[in-house]
């Protein structure tokens, strides 16, 4: 590690909370991945936002 940190400088930033648009949460029970803001940017960006949903046909 320290070799490491000899070649590369390294800043802490802290706890993870968005990594590539998707939310990063930590509790106990372990690390979630959450992508509600990932979807909402892209639904924005292709002007799908104000789309009615649609069911889909279930598969059993």
Do not use: W
Not at 43 to 59: F, H, Q, R
């Amino acid at each position: 590690m320290d070799l490491i940190l000899d070649i590369f400088h390294i800043k802490d930033l802290g706890q993870l909370k968005y990594f590539l648009g998707i939310k990063v949460s930590r509790s106990k029970k372990g690390i979630f991945l959450f992508q509600r803001k990932y979807i909402l940017d892209l639904l924005l960006e292709t002007g799908k936002l104000a789309a009615k949903p649609c069911s889909t046909p279930n598969g059993s």
